[in-house]
């Protein structure tokens, strides 16, 4: 995908409008693209919670430029305590995901466009972020786009996983600062998620790299959904990227993966609504 | 743009490009808006490419980066009756503050943990890479040379939180922040975001220049809100010292 600019992303920027809404921790600000009005679908909204959009490789920017001139209106808005919102600045902990920022925001857009439908889109924190706003607001939720994010009680040390035991295991163990990791599980935090997010009507798409420390947490992932029901299967997809999602330059992909599975969901869902 | 209540009070411009630390501008508005509440009209942009501003970064140059800034006070002066000018360059944004003095002065300059030689800061950049994928469990997939040539060949090498790109390396590597400020003489505050409470041996160096071209000043070196964590993350303690040196700049 070309990510240069055009006229009609051009014209996009242009039309942005900074808005700001009240979250739990303090008012959340963002940026709304309003869809290009010729091929505006009608109440399909694309959502980035996020971090900074400072930057030169800005995605999440260009993404939402690209959508909405494709006809979805988006809202890029920082989380509590980041860019320009109000709260503490603190570290991400994969443990607490801000749920509420994300409920906050579709709320805020529920009342900005009666009966919109919205499809959330997040990288590592912020899609846990994302997931857990199912918890919360499901109804108006058609889709979640969902990379690379941490999802197991705690990060698996891949070099001691792959050590195994012996001498090897006990040296990679004494280096990781434990001699003896518990068994590795999701998380509760992310299990209560990803179950409201199956009890939804929403479709899912989530993605990971076969070679990054979270391979082994995606492993998890992948054994809980082999007991869903087909329908929920159906739904929900992993895809499992060769290589890495974390590597230095990997972002363009995961963006570009956003825009197809957007384009096609919604495609999809409008023929579905047509029919 | 923030508006402070002093009638006679300079306004405050903030220079920040590239930024390769996820908290830079977090750090940024926290300082502009501590310095609006003291007072003060502070001024903040995005330059092209970067942020929720329009452009390419292929085609990004030194002097668009300048230019961004210089039309940027324009506006700032145009929107308020402030007469003087302070700048302030973040990281990377030092040289484009720097460049921006060049062409339209400033009574003041504060640095936050500035960029000195831009080509030693590329390298460094390089550099970095190799570091995260060795913290990420990976073995590093290139070294600092191979990513030269790749700038070399393709125009253009990602580094950990942006792109690089040919054009702009080039533009940039022919400057510095000593070169650019050599006609310049007035107060300068310069701020070390590093977890070390003694001055780096380049801001030292930095600061003995300055002071050997008459230059007024003051150098702050921790300790920071956060002994052990990030300074970029919890700024609070070099704002509030940044404040107490603009509020001496009378």
Redesign the interface.
């Known amino acids: 995908m070309d990510w240069?600019?055009t006229a009609a992303t051009?014209a996009r920027?242009?039309a942005?409008i900074p808005v700001s809404f009240a979250g739990p921790n303090g008012e959340l600000c963002g940026?709304l693209t309003p869809a290009a009005r010729k091929v505006a679908s009608a109440q399909r909204w694309v959502a980035f919670p996020g971090?900074?959009?400072?930057?030169?490789?800005?995605l999440r920017?260009l993404a939402a430029r690209h959508l909405a001139a494709q006809g979805f209106s988006c809202l890029r808005f920082d989380l509590h305590?980041?860019?320009?919102s109000a709260g503490d600045?603190v570290?991400p902990e994969r443990a607490n995901p801000y749920g509420d920022d994300v409920a906050a925001a579709i709320r805020y857009l529920g009342k900005v466009d009666r009966g919109a439908r919205i499809l959330l889109t997040g990288y590592c924190f912020d899609a846990l972020s994302a997931m857990a706003a199912f918890e919360r607001e499901p109804e108006t939720i058609d889709g979640l786009f969902f990379a690379a994010a941490p999802i197991a009680v705690q990060r698996i040390d891949?070099?001691a996983a792959n050590a195994g035991g012996g001498f090897r295991g006990r040296v990679a163990g004494m280096l990781s600062g434990r001699t003896r990791q518990p068994p590795p599980r999701l998380s509760d935090r992310f299990v209560s998620s990803f179950s409201a997010l199956i009890g939804s009507r929403a479709s899912a798409l989530l993605i990971y790299g076969t070679?990054?420390?979270m391979s082994a947490e995606a492993d998890l992932l992948e054994q809980a959904m082999r007991a869903l029901g087909d329908d929920a299967r159906r739904r929900v997809i992993l895809e499992r990227w060769q290589g890495?999602l974390?590597?230095?330059?990997c972002e363009p992909a995961i963006y570009e993966r956003l825009i197809s599975w957007a384009m096609q969901f919604y495609g999809s869902a409008e023929m579905r609504v047509t029919a | 743009m923030r508006r402070g209540s002093r009638a006679n009070g300079p306004i405050v411009m903030f220079c920040?490009?590239?930024?390769e630390n996820?908290?830079?501008?977090?750090a940024e508005?926290?300082a502009a808006r501590a310095i609006a509440a003291r007072g003060y009209t502070t001024f903040s942009f995005?330059p092209r490419?970067?942020?929720?501003s329009?452009?390419?970064?292929?085609e990004?140059t030194i002097d668009g980066l300048i230019d961004d800034a210089v039309a940027a006070v324009d506006r700032a002066r145009s929107m308020s009756a402030a007469a003087r000018v302070v700048w302030v360059g973040i990281r990377f944004g030092a040289i484009v503050a720097a460049g921006a003095i060049s062409r339209r002065g400033g009574a003041a300059l504060a640095l936050w943990e500035p960029v000195i030689e831009p080509k030693d800061y590329f390298a460094k950049l390089m550099r970095h890479?190799l570091y995260?994928?060795l913290s990420?469990?990976?073995r590093p997939?290139v070294t600092v040379e191979e990513m030269r040539r790749l700038l070399e060949r393709d125009g253009r090498v990602?580094?950990?939180?942006?792109?690089l790109y040919r054009k702009f390396t080039e533009s940039a590597s022919k400057l510095n922040l000593p070169g650019l400020l050599a006609d310049w003489r007035g107060p300068a505050y310069l701020s070390q975001f590093q977890v070390h409470s003694k001055l780096s041996r380049e801001n030292s160096r930095l600061k003995d220049l300055f002071a050997s071209r008459g230059i007024r000043v003051t150098a702050s070196a921790g300790p920071h809100a956060s002994e052990a964590g990030d300074p970029w993350?919890?700024p609070e303690t070099e704002i509030d010292r940044m404040r107490e040196w603009l509020d001496g700049l009378g």
Do not use: K
């Open positions: 240069a600019e051009l920027a242009r942005e940026i971090r900074p959009r400072f930057g030169t490789r800005r920017v305590g980041s860019g320009e600045a570290n891949r070099i070679s990054d420390y890495s974390r590597s230095v330059g | 920040n490009c590239l930024s996820y908290w830079e501008w977090r508005v926290a995005h490419a970067h942020g929720d329009a452009g390419d970064p292929a990004l890479v995260y994928e990420q469990g990976m997939s990602a580094v950990l939180t942006f792109d993350q919890h």
